[in-house]
């Protein structure tokens, strides 16, 4: 479960992060 919930939040940051940079150019 722990693992799970680690990979879900990885995700979440990665979404973020990449509409960062999308918003960015």
Do not use: D
Not at 7 to 22: D, I, N, Q, T
Request: glycine share 0%; charged share 50%; proline share 0%.
């Amino acid at each position: 479960k722990k693992f799970k919930i680690a990979s879900r939040k990885k995700m979440l940051k990665r979404l973020y992060m990449m509409r960062r940079y999308e918003s960015r150019l």
